[in-house]
């Protein structure tokens, strides 16, 4: 078991966001491939750089062990005469199996004696099933685009210049032969293109480490974890020489790691006249357009950037100065539209949005600006939340202006922040600006929501007005949501959740289907209401079960939502729960029997229905109490005390009785009880759990 | 060389190393070396060297072919008046085709970096994926765009399919952007500074015209002539294609005219978005009907080039 394979596919430059999944798709292809070939315990491991995708396997043996076969034959009878010679059949199968006739035996089989032969069967050698292996996975691989190329007959993400393909225990001496792609397996490979671009020899490595260290020394860091290291020891290194530190950008370099063969970084000048620009026009412009890296000193950006260069050095500088140049033309660039955008307000170009359609069938974002002012009011009166109403409006009015400024026309990821800064340089309020420069927060899951409350209706009244407009016609499916409605979706929960915004979403739903004329309001709910779903699940944390039960109880007011799913996922743990989900599914379950009518109590007269009447006066008392000092957990205890008297009440009575009067106040009672729970969860819901 | 030349030396207006016609000369004669023919621009507006027959239709059907030109290649949306010192409505692209794709083509495309006086032992040149996609022409490809220094300087695209048709051979085309280039090389800070030839700079070249065809596209370009163009040339092409043996480069040369229409109407702002994918629509229904035809024939006559099949390049 100490034999190791090493396979490395030399391409031409592939695509950074293919590489993170090929590592992994090599990996547990070929773990999962090597298993099955009953090589079980090895240890694989892919590694990449933008020309290599690589795989090293430890812990092969030399191939299968030899193993025996027992090959049967025909029936014994029918081979050997009654007093022992052969027959044609007999002399037939042996011939057929190589053995002479004395080498044949005879086996009980399930319909007699057999006559049979042991054979002993070659095991085959780690090499043959490395190569059967290495084009099943190879060619299985799954890219996000692949290619032909030259005469057209191979399909993989680049073209293919080497394969080398090593087999053996302390040195891997042997090529494993191997076809793939056009191209033959050998024994060596080629360094980085600009640095060493001779041929290595790689027979005789010892390892991977070895492979590695070969690799080092042709400019080539094989290990993109090694380059995630280099890159930011270099970029601090780089930093501090000017007294700076690297603004961190994990996401940047997780992708400049794909990019190169060799972690180089150099680092560019920016010209002080560009620092005046707003801070997220310099960042923006160069992250989009130089993957730079961004140098700040107390806290602000300062006059350098780091950019990626797939070489060791800069032996004449060129590559600094290079950049430096390249950034300095986008820096102009950029500035030229700051100032053509700054010669005329963000509110004239409100009127602009005519021409800039929301949607085919909903109009253009001059119509969509009307419709959030309208929706934006709505939600905010109807909350009686504490909010300028006026600079709500306005933050409305003005939301989408930059849509048509040449800066957003060039970078639109710089929607929303942009209109903040022109709305800032404009002298509206803060209150105006900073809601329009929050109004796309947050981006996903992570990411902070809006700064301000007007921001945060303002976040909330968009996104359920292009729900309400496209969900009907634009509906995701599987993997589709080509207008991002599933993010729009669950940005309204997690604003709504982590502000806190106290708005009733149900309701709010039904207002910007109201407000957009739009079929399908109810579906909009539901589809608010998944999300919600998974946002309990997924970031509060709490089981799918707590979630179905508080949601099926209410929703719409999410920070009373979330609270309610806390709870309940603390207490739900308390063993009186289980009891607890029986007894109120048999009250939901017997009120779908009968009409409840109105509660006399004084006809309930047997001693287990008294009991349980005046326990939920209790509860109901307890509950109201604790829902007052938001202490939810509190709250469902109270309801837990409600599991013993309900109990007692459905062994001692029976509710659905002849007498009508007295079936109506027990239905009544129960009905109460309904509406006690209902307040915080339908505890039904829970899933009997195996403790 | 450029590279002995310590940058920074260059000043508006003095003759350097590379001027923007030395990089034309330098290049043809590189791929004119490496065996390709040298064509000439098309003589017809056009948006990309792409759009030229030596590259739209020589990449379709088995036959080999390698060929280099340059072709002005107009963008009435990107003109800006000679103001912006990056953007301009009409630039001027070196095209190259390599059918089929050569094993090696990368290594041939860092020796015309070279032969363009650019050392790339010295540079930082890498390859950043950036696929191609023309609508227009029922045309895409994979690729990317090389990195100078950071600086891009090359579109270099493997074809997968043109006219709507998957190719095969596959061709490699590379399309270097000429001023961004010269800028580069001269350290030049607006495209207008940089030299032509003879001491002359393309600001005095080309800076007026720049001027007035922005004029005429964002606001002389009359747009109903050029719709009622658009809909004549349409109805040529087709004419063109249903001649019993047909026209397929009068038929493209049609198809080609409604292009640049479609782009003037366009940056004229006479473009509805709805219409938009409509006009792409009906251009690229041209442009396919013209592969198929060209096909056809090229297969009719016996695809008589593939008989020099394997080329020098």
């Not at chain 1, 299985?140 to 393909?165: D, I, Y």
């Not at chain 1, 709490?542 to 309610?564: F, K």
Request: proline content about 5%; hydrophobic content about 45%; aromatic content about 6%.
């Amino acid at each position: 078991m100490n034999h190791q394979f090493l396979l490395a596919l030399l391409c031409e430059e592939i695509p950074a966001n293919a590489l993170p999944s090929a590592r992994r798709q090599l990996e547990e292809g070929f773990a999962k491939r090597l298993e099955e070939a009953g090589f079980s315990g090895c240890i694989v491991r892919a590694y990449s750089t933008v020309r290599r995708l690589v795989v090293h396997v430890q812990g092969l043996p030399a191939g299968q062990p030899d193993r025996t076969e027992e090959i049967t034959g025909p029936p014994a009878r029918a081979a050997f005469t009654p007093d022992g010679s052969p027959t044609a059949a007999a002399v037939g199968f042996a011939r057929g199996q190589g053995v002479s006739v004395d080498e044949l035996r005879i086996v009980k089989g399930p319909k007699g004696d057999m006559v049979a032969v042991t054979r002993l069967v070659q095991g085959r050698t780690a090499p043959e099933i490395l190569a059967e292996i290495t084009a099943e996975v190879v060619g299985s691989l799954h890219f996000p685009k692949t290619m032909r190329w030259g005469s057209g007959e191979h399909t993989f993400v680049r073209p293919l210049h080497n394969l080398l393909a090593l087999f053996g225990a302390e040195t891997m001496e042997t090529v494993v032969p191997l076809e793939l792609l056009g191209l033959t397996s050998r024994g060596s490979t080629a360094g980085h293109r600009v640095v060493a671009p001779g041929r290595i020899e790689m027979r005789g490595i010892t390892g991977f480490a070895d492979y590695a260290a070969r690799l080092e020394a042709a400019g080539v860091v094989v290990d993109h974890e090694v380059r995630r290291a280099r890159l930011l020891a270099r970029a601090e290194e780089l930093a501090a020489e000017v007294g700076c530190t690297v603004r961190p950008d994990p996401a940047l370099l997780d992708e400049l790691v794909e990019l190169v063969e060799h972690p180089g970084l150099v680092r560019g000048k920016i010209a002080s006249r560009f620092l005046e620009l707003p801070e997220e026009v310099l960042v923006t412009t160069l992250r989009h357009h130089q993957k730079s890296l961004v140098l700040e000193k107390n806290g602000r950006v300062a006059g350098y950037f780091l950019a990626v260069a797939d070489r060791p050095d800069d032996p004449q500088g060129h590559v600094a100065r290079g950049c430096s140049w390249v950034a300095g033309a986008r820096l102009a660039d950029a500035s030229f539209f700051y100032a053509q955008d700054r010669k005329d307000s963000l509110a004239s170009r409100v009127p602009a949005l005519a021409g800039v359609t929301f949607h085919r069938n909903w109009g253009s974002y001059l119509d969509k600006t009307g419709k959030v002012r309208h929706l934006a009011g709505q939600l905010a009166r109807s909350a009686e939340l504490d909010v300028d109403l006026a600079h709500l409006d306005r933050a409305a009015e003005l939301a989408k202006a930059d849509l048509v400024t040449a800066m957003v026309g060039e970078f639109a990821e710089l929607q929303g922040v942009m209109g903040g800064i022109y709305a800032l340089a404009d002298n509206e309020p803060e209150d105006v600006w900073m809601a329009i420069a929050d109004q796309y927060r947050p981006a996903g899951l992570e990411g902070p929501v809006p700064r301000t409350l007007t921001g945060a209706l303002l976040g909330v009244a968009d996104r359920l007005d292009t729900l309400a407009a496209l969900y009907a016609s634009e509906k995701p499916s599987g993997s589709k949501d080509p207008f991002a409605l599933r993010r729009a979706a669950l940005a309204v929960v997690k604003i709504c959740a982590e502000f806190p915004l106290p708005v009733d979403l149900v309701r709010a739903c039904r207002d910007a289907a109201a407000n957009r004329a739009a079929a399908g309001g109810d579906a909009i709910e539901e589809f608010v209401q998944d999300r919600l779903r998974h946002y309990l699940t997924s970031v509060v944390g709490v089981r799918p079960d707590v979630a179905d039960a508080v949601l099926a109880a209410h929703w719409g007011v999410v920070p009373d939502d979330v609270a309610r799913a806390r709870a309940l996922e603390a207490v739900r743990q308390d063993e009186v729960f289980d009891a607890l989900a029986i007894a109120f599914k048999r009250v939901r379950n017997i009120l779908t029997k009968g009409a409840p009518g109105t509660l006399d109590e004084s006809l309930l007269t047997v001693p287990a229905e008294r009991e349980l009447l005046s326990a939920v006066a209790t509860a109901e008392a307890r509950v109201g109490e604790s829902l007052g000092e938001a202490d939810h957990e509190a709250a469902l205890h109270a309801l837990a005390a409600l599991a013993a008297p309900l109990d007692r009440f459905f062994t001692d009575v029976m509710v659905l009785c002849e007498d009508p009067a007295l079936r109506q106040a027990r239905l009544g009672l129960l009905a109460r009880i309904e509406r006690l729970f209902l307040r915080l969860a339908d505890v039904s819901r829970l899933a009997a759990e195996a403790r | 060389m450029l590279d002995s030349v310590p940058i920074g030396v260059f000043h508006a207006g003095e003759v350097s190393a590379v001027d923007l016609q030395d990089l034309i000369l330098s290049l043809s004669r590189f791929w004119s070396d490496q065996g390709c023919i040298i064509q000439q621009p098309y003589d017809l507006e056009v948006g990309a060297g792409t759009m030229h027959p030596e590259t739209f239709l020589r990449v379709l059907g088995p036959e080999p072919y390698n060929v280099a030109f340059v072709q002005p290649s107009r963008r009435p949306a990107d003109a800006r008046f000679g103001e912006n010192p990056f953007r301009l409505g009409k630039h001027l692209q070196m095209q190259v085709i390599l059918k089929p794709s050569p094993h090696e083509v990368q290594d041939l495309y860092l020796k015309s970096l070279t032969a363009m006086g650019i050392d790339p032992s010295t540079h930082d040149v890498r390859f950043e994926e950036d696929n191609w996609e023309s609508p227009t022409l029922g045309a895409w490809g994979v690729g990317w765009q090389v990195l100078l220094d950071g600086m891009e300087i090359t579109q270099f695209t493997y074809f997968q399919q043109a006219g709507g048709i998957d190719l095969q051979p596959i061709a490699a085309e590379l399309t270097y952007g000429l001023e961004r280039i010269a800028m580069f090389l001269q350290r030049e800070d607006s495209i207008y500074d940089i030299t032509w030839g003879g001491g002359v700079d393309y600001g005095k070249v080309r800076h007026r015209d720049e001027v007035e065809l922005s004029r005429y596209a964002f606001h002389v370009a009359d747009v109903e002539m050029l719709r009622r163009h658009f809909g004549d040339w349409e109805r040529e092409a087709a004419r063109c294609l249903e001649q019993e043996e047909p026209l397929v480069i009068p038929g493209l040369e049609a198809a080609l005219k409604m292009s640049h229409l479609f782009n003037l109407m366009d940056a004229r702002g006479a473009v509805a978005v709805t219409e938009r994918v409509a006009l792409i629509g009906r251009v690229r229904k041209l442009a396919v009907r013209c592969a198929r035809a060209y096909v056809e024939q090229r297969e009719r006559l016996g695809f008589p080039l593939l008989a020099r099949q394997g080329g020098q390049a």
